[in-house]
């Protein structure tokens, strides 16, 4: 079993600046992997990376706290022929498809093959109809999908597509530092961790809101907040290249702002309470 990780914004950089966040994005995934001690073995290539475990159930877990993925997808993987093909649809389709039930091939190819991607969905829909004569193609709204992915001389199959967080790999965009006396503040430092900044905390000792975001970043750094809540020093002490703040519209006052030689961020101020809590709320469901 191998799970097929995709990324998003990685894929519009230039090749080279892809393969920094690429690269970046393993190195993230791998340290998530051993600080909850599950092994792994990684691989990748221009549109993907793979990973390999035994246990599927925490991969998943950990993928799905990888800032930079934006989806998981666990699939057989095998040969790109159509003979190999042949025999892992049909496995797939063997414990999924059932009299009556409708279903859809969703093929995809990158690279040169003897075949289009029309050509793997006609051949393999043709040899799951013929195994599964209870069972009727449609394409718009079928009951189970398969999916086909032709990538070079490998090729996947696979039905679940599980959501990951998006954004940009952890620490590939500075580093930030972020105040949290609050849910709120506990957002906007997640918010800047998906934006790629490696953030360092600002909080008040034994903050019980700190440790949900330990769980996307094992090298979170927690520092004391001041007493007269100034940052400036915080500032030079963690070289961050701007601040997160949790502030809501309703609190915001510019006479209240102190001044700092970096950009100050404020990603919730425009957010409803029902919006912030459902962030904050898979924050710590992770």
């Known amino acids: 079993m191998v799970l097929l990780v995709r990324f998003g914004e990685i894929a519009l950089k230039s090749r080279f600046v892809r393969r920094q966040l690429r690269d970046r994005l393993v190195a993230n995934i791998q340290d998530l992997f051993a600080a909850e001690g599950v092994e792994c073995i990684t691989d990748s290539d221009e549109a993907r990376v793979y990973v390999y475990a035994d246990d599927v159930a925490r991969a998943r877990s950990i993928l799905t706290r990888v800032f930079g993925v934006v989806s998981i997808s666990p699939a057989a993987e095998t040969h790109a022929d159509l003979a190999s093909l042949r025999h892992v649809v049909l496995s797939e389709a063997k414990w999924s498809l059932a ?8 093929t995809r190819r990158v690279g040169t093959h003897p075949f289009t ?142 001044g700092l030689s970096v950009p100050v961020f404020e990603p919730v101020i425009g957010l409803s309470d029902e919006e912030v809590g459902r962030i904050a709320s898979h924050i710590e469901s992770r």
Not at 99 to 106: C, N
Not at 135 to 153: A, C, G, K, T, Y
Not at 188 to 206: D, E, L, Q, S
Not at 219 to 237: S, T
């Open 99 to 106: 009299a009556g039930k409708t279903f859809a091939l969703r």
């Open 117 to 258: 991607s029309q050509d793997l969905a006609r051949e393999l829909g043709d040899v799951v109809r013929l195994a599964h004569p209870g069972v009727r193609v449609n394409l718009s709204h079928p009951d189970i999908e398969i999916h086909v992915e032709v990538r070079q001389n490998r090729a996947f199959v696979f039905q679940e597509i599980w959501p990951g967080p998006g954004g940009l790999p952890l620490g590939s965009q500075g580093r930030g530092l972020a105040v949290v006396k609050d849910r709120d503040g506990m957002v906007a430092a997640w918010m800047g961790m998906k934006r790629g900044c490696r953030i360092a905390v600002a909080t008040a000792p034994g903050e019980p809101l700190v440790e949900p975001l330990r769980q996307w970043d094992v090298r979170l750094k927690v520092l004391d907040l001041p007493p007269n809540g100034r940052l400036a020093e915080l500032v030079k002490i963690t070289r961050a290249d701007a601040v997160f703040l949790g502030t809501r519209w309703s609190s915001f006052d510019p006479a209240d702002r102190e």
